[in-house]
């Protein structure tokens, strides 16, 4: 099949979305399909075997594009918007394969194409916009319906997790829907120049790690309280990621609490060596409090084979349990016990972790994913799609 893939993100930035889009770009092209990937004009270019990648033009002052939903990004969709519309013009797609918002134009764009329309649901923007700007509530079912619609008229849906696959019954009981679970992220063989974060930091005691953005929403305040109130002076944390303005505010949240020489920050490092570092620590966290689809970094948690200790959210939950992490209520004390308890249990961390890194291989590997999505493009080829 000729496939369309609309991405409304910076394409490629080492950041979840982006990479999702990446996996189903290479997936698509390694099963026969040929791809057009069309994508805002900011990011790295890549090479995709199969795969050309096209940019929407610019928006005049937009300079870049931050992540979640922003007023820069709607110009940007307008402009991938005219962009898909000409090169229907031109080419001839059997699929149109919408990822986020961009659902809600490919909708019309679809029908008047006559292509079959792939909605991947990697998060509810009804929810995300009201998260962002409660007053948005208010409005609820309006963007509920607007999401109602998009998911009635696509051919497929492919929710990124178990929440957003219910709420996708929930709106459009009829759609039809493959679980799409995010991949761990398997990385190349460590070069040699790779930092190790012992050796770095001076760590000689247990390490906790921490991977991903600062964003206020990721519970990094949570985690350093919970860190200072577990009192355990053996216990070392480093957390990789952030922009420098986050690192600076946060680092000077670490000052406060008397926790510079046990709280270090790494900065962001390459997404290539992401398992290595993963594999150097004791106890990996996922401190994140709110949201509805997992974090596509906790599936590589599960992949290193390390105890892990994430917030009792619906985020989390739907992804792990008891058998193979540590879910605490989202309050620092009790992260702080969960700290404090896993510090000092070996053999309960190794349980963890190796049920962890059980789970990773049965529902996250590479082989399921290719086979949800080959599924799904089975359903498009079916009579009733």
């Not at 790690?209 to 944390?237: C, K, S, W």
């Not at 510079?260 to 996922?286: K, N, T, W």
């Not at 997992?294 to 084979?305: D, E, F, I, Q």
């Amino acid at each position: 099949m000729n496939v369309l893939l609309l991405a409304p993100q910076p394409f490629f930035e080492e950041r979840g979305t982006p990479i999702a889009v990446k996996w189903v770009a290479e997936n698509l092209a390694a099963e026969g399909h040929a791809v057009d990937l069309l994508t805002f004009p900011f990011g790295r270019d890549v090479e995709i075997p199969g795969v050309r990648i096209l940019r929407a033009d610019r928006p005049f002052g937009v300079r870049r594009v931050p992540i979640g939903f922003s007023f820069a990004k709607v110009r940007c969709d307008a402009h991938l918007y005219r962009a898909a519309r000409r090169l229907l013009r031109e080419t001839r797609y059997d699929v149109i394969h919408a990822c986020e918002e961009a659902v809600f134009f490919a909708c019309p764009l679809a029908r008047r194409a006559r292509a079959k329309l792939v909605y991947d649901m990697d998060s509810s923007m009804a929810d995300q916009m009201m998260e962002k700007w409660r007053w948005l509530r208010a409005f609820r079912l309006f963007l509920e319906g607007a999401e109602r619609f998009a998911l009635r008229r696509a051919d497929v849906v492919l929710p990124v997790c178990q929440a957003l696959a219910d709420k996708a019954h929930r709106l459009a009981p009829g759609a039809r829907t493959v679980l799409l679970r995010d991949m761990a992220i398997e990385t190349p063989p460590v070069p040699p120049e790779t930092d190790d974060l012992r050796r770095a930091f001076g760590i000689a005691g247990t390490l906790a790690l921490y991977v991903g953005n600062l964003e206020h929403y990721q519970g990094i305040d949570l985690l350093l309280d919970g860190f200072a109130a577990a009192r355990a002076p053996d216990l070392a944390l480093v957390i990789i990621g952030g922009r420098e303005d986050d690192i600076a505010r946060y680092r000077a949240r670490a000052a406060e609490l008397g926790l510079s020489d046990r709280v270090h920050f790494a900065g962001p490092r390459p997404l290539d060596r992401l398992m290595y570092y993963l594999e150097q620590a004791d106890i990996l966290v996922s401190p994140r409090l709110r949201g509805v689809n997992t974090p596509m970094k906790v599936y590589s948690y599960l992949l290193a084979g390390r105890a892990l200790i994430a917030t009792n959210i619906e985020s989390h939950a739907q992804a792990l349990d008891d058998t193979c992490a540590r879910l605490v209520a989202p309050e620092p004390e009790a992260f702080a016990v969960a700290l404090r308890e896993l510090a000092a249990a070996p053999e309960e961390r190794a349980r963890l972790g190796a049920a962890a890194r059980a789970r990773a291989h049965a529902r996250h590997s590479r082989d399921a994913y290719r086979g949800a999505l080959r599924e799904a493009y089975a359903l498009l080829a079916s009579p009733q799609a």
